[in-house]
């Protein structure tokens, strides 16, 4: 390459190593002008002094990790905002970092001499690397890219919104309030009701996962579970009939969260269906969420067959019956305290709950027997919850949806308070936009584990309303307390704690309760803030499964995670953007949707 480039590509991956940090901070450069020269020495270019000229760096929190020397530039230290720097450290070469504001930046000229062999750390492209190795330079490599990939229009609105400081104490103060309420929340299981009593449901009513979704767009394995739905009720007598009765618009199809409800994959609730009533003290509000079926030929992973039948009617009829009377024995179930004990014994509380559905078994099989239910009956349950290591998911689920349902509708808040997908559509809530919900298609299955025989041509999309648990500091970002499912994020723990660093950059907090054993008791991240997934182009993952899109019989076919749409977090910006009165050139989002909530509530 040209000599005067090449020594420009140095140059530019000097200035991070010859002037920042210490201590594993994360930055995020945006815009870095500099002059070099260098004396030639034989074959190969010795480099005795560069000059540099910075024009501007901007530091954001926890964006991207190295190490380099002594801390010399001013880091954010609440929320990544541009705020002007008034003090910084003294060094023999400082470099003063200056808010871009018109065009007084300040410059230096100082002449930087290296004495020693160069360590260079690359950030972007990959070519600048390649070029400094050909010289037998050590060149340690950082992925970078520009904020909002390089979008202007994108990069105008987060400008806007950065250098207005009233707005970004208004945002400030409500994400404060939106982690002051998910750390505050105390979710018990109060009771077992059936979930016609218990939500209010209309007669020949079926609720879904997802957001809202025609019988004619639905997915292969949630129309599955609608028919078996109707059958396990008794309003058809075969598929067929089934079929006739959703398509003449004799069944009512509604979201789970129009009832305070949740439901993993498939997501179906239907009137008779026992569903265990969880209640967040300190705000008193609710969620249902029905009993898992664990594995094999289950409503949930979209199979209806007589199997299916038999084991939900024995669901209602035997052990709904049994987990009330025991519930009522025992009292209210505190379910964050069996999450935060089952997260230190290998549980990432979405995929896995091994640990969490033992520990609820310990607790509550012997106010069972106190209940008065008969021994072979509280046999068959403790066989049933062994062999379904999910039986404690919807717990989990149903205690995550009433805490993050308390942290809802916080006016300019930009964090996330619910996903939720339905193998079409993927749902984003966010607490400042009220009951506005995004939509834009799912991600496909293409970074799942398939089973034998199987592939992504095969898999229905992303599905469930247990993405959710990743909003509260769960699944994928807990994902370092659970080695068992270090395949879905490649294979090594050293890759869960690398995504746990990236998950850091998007959140905005810890979560007070729940840690991770096996990265010194380290808080799983908690605050998926909008304004840093559209910044750096990172989206919370989801440990999840996948499910067979045509076939009735099979059900599951594989496991690992899915991605949040990047897309719908941009849109989410725009339309919150709107509601701040901030004009963009920016299309406001086409898929917009309204959940109006029935008021859901035991008396």
């Not at 500099?34 to 501007?56: G, P, R, W, Y």
């Not at 004799?250 to 265990?276: A, D, F, R």
């Not at 054993?517 to 919370?540: C, H, Q, S």
């Amino acid at each position: 390459m040209p000599t005067e480039f090449f020594l420009a590509s140095v140059a530019s991956c000097l200035c991070l190593a010859v002037s920042h940090i210490g201590k594993k901070k994360k930055i995020d450069l945006n815009t870095i002008e500099v002059n070099a020269s260098a004396e030639k020495d034989t074959e190969i270019f010795q480099f005795k002094e560069i000059h540099l000229q910075v024009k501007a760096i901007f530091l954001r929190r926890k964006s991207i990790t190295c190490d380099a020397g002594k801390k010399v530039l001013f880091c954010q230290q609440y929320y990544h905002r541009r705020l002007p720097q008034k003090t910084y450290d003294q060094i023999n070469n400082p470099v003063r970092i200056m808010p871009i504001r018109g065009e007084n930046y300040l410059m230096t000229n100082k002449v930087i001499k290296f004495h020693e062999d160069l360590k260079v750390i690359n950030i972007g492209l990959e070519g600048f690397a390649q070029d400094l190795k050909q010289q037998d330079v050590k060149v340690v490599e950082v992925d970078w890219c520009p904020p909002a990939d390089g979008q202007e229009n994108l990069i105008e609105l987060l400008k806007k919104i950065n250098y207005n400081q009233d707005l970004v104490e208004e945002i400030n103060s409500a994400n404060k309030m939106v982690i002051e309420r998910i750390q505050n929340a105390n979710p018990q299981v109060i009771d077992i009701l059936p979930a016609g009593e218990a939500m209010k449901l209309p007669m020949h009513t079926i609720l879904h996962s997802g957001p809202p979704i025609s019988w004619d767009r639905m997915c292969g394995p949630q129309k599955r579970a609608v028919l078996g739905a109707i059958q396990f009720e008794g309003w058809a007598e075969n598929l067929n009939k089934a079929i006739k009765l959703v398509e003449n618009g004799k069944v009512i199809l509604h979201p789970c969260y129009k009832y305070n409800g949740i439901g993993p994959m498939t997501g179906i609730i239907s009137p008779s269906m026992p569903v265990l009533v969880t209640r967040n003290e300190p705000y008193g509000n609710y969620c249902f969420s029905t009993f898992n079926e664990g594995r094999g030929n289950t409503l949930w992973f979209g199979v209806c067959d007589k199997e299916t039948l038999k084991r939900l009617k024995w669901i209602r009829d035997t052990l709904g019956p049994a987990m009330k009377a025991a519930v009522k024995k025992h009292g209210p179930i505190n379910v964050f305290d069996i999450v935060e004990k089952g997260l230190q014994m290998g549980d990432e509380c979405h995929a896995r709950h091994v640990a969490s559905t033992a520990l609820l078994i310990k607790q509550l099989i012997p106010a069972m027997l106190e209940a008065g239910v008969q021994g072979d009956t509280v046999a068959s349950i403790i066989r049933f919850m062994n062999e379904n290591s999910h039986f404690f998911l919807n717990f989990t689920l149903s205690a995550v949806k009433v805490t993050m349902d308390s942290a809802h509708n916080i006016p300019f808040s930009t964090i996330v308070t619910g996903m939720s997908r339905n193998g079409v559509d993927f749902m984003l809530r966010v607490a400042g936009l009220g009951e506005t919900c995004i939509v834009d298609p799912v991600s496909d299955m293409d970074k799942a584990i398939y089973y034998t025989d199987f592939t992504v041509q095969d898999a229905a999309g992303d599905i469930g309303d247990s993405a959710i648990v990743e909003t509260c500091g769960l699944g994928g970002m807990a994902i370092a307390s659970a080695p068992s499912v270090a395949p879905f994020v490649g294979g090594k723990f050293s890759d869960q704690i690398e995504s746990i660093q990236k998950l850091n950059s998007i959140t905005v907090a810890m979560h007070d309760r729940f840690k991770m054993p096996a990265m010194d008791m380290e808080n799983t991240p908690l605050g998926i803030d909008i304004l840093r997934v559209v910044e750096t182009r990172i989206v919370p993952f989801i440990t999840t499964g996948v499910l067979h899109e045509t076939s009735a019989t099979v059900g599951q076919i594989g496991t690992g995670i899915a991605n949040a749409p990047v897309t719908l977090f941009d849109q989410a910006l725009v339309a919150l953007a709107k509601e701040w009165n901030i004009k963009t050139q920016l299309p406001y989002p086409a898929s917009i949707i309204q959940i109006e909530k029935e008021k859901v509530g035991l008396p």
